[in-house]
C-alpha cells in the first residue's frame, strides 16, 4: 500500500447548478491513492455529475476539483493517460466497429495492455466487426469497460459499469476489477446501485443525496458503527417510551422493538434494556440496511 | 503506442454521406476548373470564389467529423486526441496554400494582374487560411453547423450576384495588401487553433447536442436532437421568454379543444380548428420577429429595387421586392404543412383524400393571406414613404411585380409533396430549405421568364396540386396506419 498522503482527486466547495437545479452542493472531499471508493446514493444525487466534473467533462459553478494534482479543467495529456473513465450511458461513437473504437483507443494509449484487451475481448465476447451503434446496451458497456481500462489507469472512475450486464459477465467483471486492485496502487471510483457489488470489491463508502456528501468513511467502520437492537418485554408490553444513546430509528409493535443505534456502546446498552424490561439482541446491519439508514433515514 | 488511428479515414470508411456533404461546397469549385481553362478571359472574381469554396468544403469536412467525435465522452479523455485533430488541420492548409501558390503562379488570370506573385500568393493564402479558420469556428460553435454546406450556394450564389463583376483592377488592388491578408490571417488561425487546443471547445462540444450529417434523413433523430437541445437550452437558461406563460395556455386551450373534439367535428370543422390551432405562435419571439422583420424587409428592399433599377446594368430587376414574401412562406407554409398532417390521421380511409385536400388548402389558405398582407404593406409603402437621396441618387420606394401574390399557388404544391415524401415528423427544417429552392425556382421562372416559361411553370405546379393528395394519402396510410 502507497504512503503518499496527497489526494489524487481533491474537491473543495463544489457547487454545480443547471438552471434553477442544484445537482451539486457545497461538496468537498479527498480520496487518497490507492484507495477503492464505492460512490452511492440514488438516482438524481449528482453521482453522476460529481464523477463528470472529476475528469473535467463539466465546468464548476462555483469550487475546484483537483485531479492528480492538476485543475480538472485542464488536465493534460500526461494526467489524461493515467484515467480511465466509463461512462453511464457508455458515450461511444456509434458509426465506429467495435475494433475501430478499441484500435482507436489503443492508439493513443501509451501503456495499452493488448493482453489484457485480447482477455476482455473474448471474456465479453465482442465482435470486432460490428457497428457500436448496433449493440444492445450491454454490450455497449462491455465495450465501454474495455476501452477504459485496457490502458490500466493509475485512475479508474466507473460510472454504473455494470448497470446492463447480466449475471455472469457482471460477476466476470468483478473479477477484473479485484485483479485490477490487486496491486494496491491502483484508485478507483465505482458509482453503483448494485451494493452487494460495491461491498464485494471497495474499502470507502462514498453516501450522495441530493447533491451533498452524506457520508464518506471506510467500509469496516460503517460497518461497526451501526448496530440493530432488538428488544422483547420480558412482562408483555413495552414501555411508552424507548430512548437508547445515539439511537437512529425506531420501529416498535405492542411486544417488542427494533432499533437502530449509531456507535453503541454494548454494556450501556444492556443496562439501558434492563432498565426497560427488556430482553436485547445485539447485530450490526447489512451493508442494505446502512445505505439505507443512511439515505432515508430509516 | 501504436500507429495513430486517422480519424478522417474513419470517417470516410464509415460516413459517406459527410463525404457526400463535403462535395456540396466542393462543387462550387468546378467553375473554377472551367473558368480557368479560357486563360485570361477568365472571371478572376469566380475563381478567387471557387478557391474559397474549396477551403470552406475542406475545413466542414474535417471539422464536422472531429465534432461528431468529440460529441462523445469517450474521446475527451484520450490523450493527444486533440492534438491529432490539430495535425490534420495543419496537413489540409498546407495542402490548400500550396495549392493556392501554384495557381497563383500558373493560372494566366493571376498572371495578368499588376500584382507582383509573392504579394499575390500570399494574399490568396491569407484569404483561404481566413475562411478555413472562420468555418471550423463557425462548425464548432453553431449548434446547426450540420446544414452549413447545403446553405452554401446561397452565399456563393449571392455573392457571386452581387460581386461577380467586379473589376481585375479593383481584385488587384484588393489582393495587393499582402500584410494585412498575412497578419488577419495569422490572427483568425491561431484563433481556431487556440480554441481547438483547449479542452473547453472538447467540454462543450460532449455538452452541446449535435445532429450528425449522416442523421439529417432521419426524422427520429432529429426529433431527438432537438429534444435534447430543447432540455439543454433550458438547463442552460433557466429564464423565461417574455409572454410564453399566457401563450402556452391559449396552447393548451386549443390542443385541449382540439383533442376533445375531433370525434364529433366533421372534416371541414377539423380542417378549420387545425388552422386555428397552428395560427397561435408556439414562441411568441418569432411571432414579434415576423411581425417587424416583414414590413422592415419591404422597406428596405422596396427602396433596393429602385437603387439596382438606377445602375448601369442592374441584376435581376424586380426580384428583391419578392423577399419579403418568401420569408414569410419559409415560416408559416413549412409548419402549416407540418401541424396539418394529422388532419388524414384522424379520419376514416375515404376520407383522407379529402383531409389531404383541405389541409393543402389551408395552406394555401394562410400563404395568400401572408402575401395579401405584404401586399397591403407595400401598397401603404409606397404611397407614404417619401423620396430618399443618397449621395447624388434619388431612390424611390418601388413595388413588387405583380405576378407575386401568384407564387403561393406554385410554389405550394412542391413543398407538400417533399413533405408527404418526407414524412419529417417534428421538423420542419428540412421543409424549409426544400420550400426556398422552389421559391427561387418559381420566383425566377415567373418574373425572367418568356411568357412559354411562365405557363410552363404554371403548368408544373397545377400538375403537382393534382398529383399532391394523392401521394399524401399513399405515404399517410403506407407510413402511419399499416
Not at chain 1, 484487451?117 to 450491454?138: N, Y
Request: glycine share 8%.
Amino acid at each position: 500500500m502507497t504512503t503518499r498522503t496527497e489526494p489524487i482527486i481533491s474537491v473543495r466547495n463544489l457547487d454545480k447548478d443547471y438552471g434553477a437545479t442544484r445537482a451539486l452542493g457545497g461538496v468537498t472531499l479527498n480520496i487518497l491513492p490507492g484507495q477503492v471508493v464505492g460512490l452511492l446514493g440514488p438516482n438524481g444525487s449528482g453521482k453522476t455529475t460529481l464523477l463528470k466534473h472529476i475528469v473535467g467533462l463539466l465546468r464548476p459553478t462555483r469550487g475546484h476539483v483537483l485531479t492528480c494534482g492538476s485543475e480538472a479543467l485542464e488536465l493534460g495529456g500526461e494526467q489524461m493517460a493515467g484515467i480511465g473513465y466509463v461512462s453511464q450511458d457508455s458515450e461511444l461513437v456509434d458509426w465506429l466497429t467495435v475494433g475501430e473504437t478499441v484500435d482507436l483507443a489503443r492508439s493513443h494509449h501509451p501503456t495499452w495492455d493488448p493482453e489484457l484487451e485480447t482477455k476482455l475481448m473474448e471474456t465479453f465476447a465482442l465482435e470486432r466487426g460490428k457497428k457500436v451503434g448496433g449493440l444492445s446496451l450491454g454490450q455497449k458497456q462491455r465495450l465501454g469497460i474495455v476501452v477504459g481500462v485496457c490502458h490500466r489507469p493509475q485512475l479508474l472512475l466507473l460510472d454504473e459499469p455494470a448497470a446492463s450486464l447480466d449475471p455472469v459477465v457482471r460477476q466476470e467483471f468483478l473479477d477484473l476489477l479485484i485483479d485490477l486492485i490487486q496491486d494496491g496502487e491502483r484508485t478507483i471510483l465505482i458509482s453503483s446501485h448494485i451494493l452487494t457489488d460495491v461491498e464485494k470489491v471497495v474499502d470507502q463508502v462514498l453516501i450522495m443525496d441530493e447533491g451533498t456528501v452524506h457520508c464518506f468513511q471506510p467500509l469496516d467502520t460503517l460497518r461497526e458503527e451501526y448496530h440493530r437492537i432488538t428488544l422483547t418485554a420480558l412482562d408483555g408490553a413495552l414501555p411508552a417510551e424507548i430512548r437508547f444513546t445515539g439511537q437512529k430509528h425506531l420501529a416498535r409493535d405492542e411486544s417488542g422493538a427494533v432499533v437502530t443505534v449509531h456507535n453503541p456502546d454494548a454494556r450501556l446498552v444492556r443496562e439501558e434494556a434492563e432498565a426497560l424490561g427488556c430482553r436485547v439482541g445485539m447485530r450490526h446491519l447489512d451493508f442494505e440496511e446502512i445505505y439505507r439508514l443512511v439515505v432515508t433515514g430509516k | 503506442m501504436s500507429r495513430r488511428v486517422k480519424i478522417s479515414s474513419l470517417y470516410l470508411r464509415n460516413r459517406p454521406l459527410l463525404g457526400l456533404s463535403f462535395f456540396v461546397p466542393a462543387l462550387l469549385a468546378i467553375p473554377f476548373f472551367i473558368l480557368a481553362g479560357r486563360g485570361a478571359d477568365a472571371n478572376l472574381f469566380l475563381q478567387i470564389l471557387s478557391l474559397g469554396s474549396l477551403a470552406c468544403g475542406t475545413a466542414f469536412f474535417l471539422a464536422s467529423s472531429q465534432r461528431e467525435m468529440m460529441a462523445r465522452a469517450f474521446t475527451f479523455l484520450l490523450p493527444g486526441f486533440r492534438r491529432g485533430m490539430l495535425g490534420q488541420h495543419l496537413w489540409a492548409v498546407a495542402l490548400l496554400a500550396l495549392l493556392t501558390v501554384i495557381l497563383a503562379l500558373v493560372l494566366p488570370s493571376f498572371a495578368m494582374l499588376p500584382t507582383a506573385p509573392a504579394p499575390l500568393a500570399t494574399s490568396l493564402v491569407g484569404y483561404m487560411v481566413v475562411l478555413y479558420a472562420l468555418t471550423v469556428l463557425l462548425v464548432f460553435h453553431f449548434p446547426y453547423s450540420t446544414w452549413l454546406p447545403f446553405n452554401a450556394v446561397w452565399v456563393v450564389w449571392l455573392a457571386t450576384m452581387f460581386w461577380g463583376k467586379t473589376s481585375p483592377a479593383t481584385l488587384a488592388r484588393l489582393l495587393d495588401q499582402p500584410l494585412i491578408w498575412g497578419a488577419v490571417a495569422v490572427g483568425c488561425g491561431w484563433w481556431a487553433l487556440d480554441r481547438l487546443a483547449r479542452p473547453g471547445l472538447h467540454r462543450r462540444c460532449v455538452e452541446q447536442p449535435y445532429l450528425p450529417v449522416a442523421h439529417m434523413k432521419n426524422p427520429a433523430r432529429i426529433e431527438k436532437f432537438k429534444q435534447a437541445r430543447n432540455r439543454s437550452g433550458k438547463a442552460e437558461n433557466s429564464e423565461r421568454r417574455p409572454g410564453v406563460k399566457l401563450m402556452g395556455k391559449v396552447r393548451a386551450w386549443a390542443v385541449a379543444q382540439h383533442a376533445r373534439g375531433h370525434r364529433s367535428r366533421g372534416l371541414l370543422g377539423e380542417a378549420i380548428g387545425l388552422f386555428l390551432l397552428t395560427s397561435i405562435p408556439r414562441r411568441p419571439a418569432r411571432g414579434l420577429l415576423l411581425l417587424l422583420g416583414v414590413p422592415l424587409m419591404v422597406v428596405i428592399l422596396g427602396y433596393y429595387e429602385s437603387y439596382n433599377a438606377a445602375l448601369a446594368d442592374p441584376v435581376l430587376p424586380g426580384y428583391f421586392g419578392g423577399f419579403p414574401f418568401m420569408w414569410v412562406y419559409w415560416t408559416v407554409q413549412g409548419f402549416h404543412s407540418l401541424k396539418n398532417r394529422p388532419l388524414g390521421l384522424l379520419h376514416a380511409r375515404q376520407d383522407q383524400l379529402r383531409a389531404g385536400w383541405l389541409g393543402a388548402l389551408s395552406v394555401l389558405a394562410v400563404c395568400l393571406a401572408g402575401s395579401g398582407a405584404i401586399w397591403l404593406m407595400n401598397l401603404a409603402a409606397d404611397a407614404w414613404l417619401p423620396t430618399l437621396q443618397v449621395g447624388s441618387r434619388y431612390l424611390e420606394f418601388v413595388m413588387p411585380r405583380a405576378y407575386l401574390p401568384w407564387l403561393p399557388l406554385t410554389y405550394v404544391p412542391v413543398t407538400l409533396l417533399v413533405f408527404s415524401r418526407w414524412s419529417m415528423k417534428g421538423s420542419a427544417m428540412v421543409l424549409q430549405h426544400t420550400g426556398s429552392i422552389s421559391f427561387f425556382f418559381f420566383h425566377l421562372m415567373l418574373l425572367l421568364g418568356t411568357d412559354a416559361v411562365r405557363g410552363a411553370a404554371i403548368g408544373i405546379a397545377v400538375g403537382l396540386w393534382l398529383v399532391w393528395p394523392w401521394v399524401w394519402r399513399w405515404r399517410v396510410y403506407r407510413t402511419d396506419l399499416a
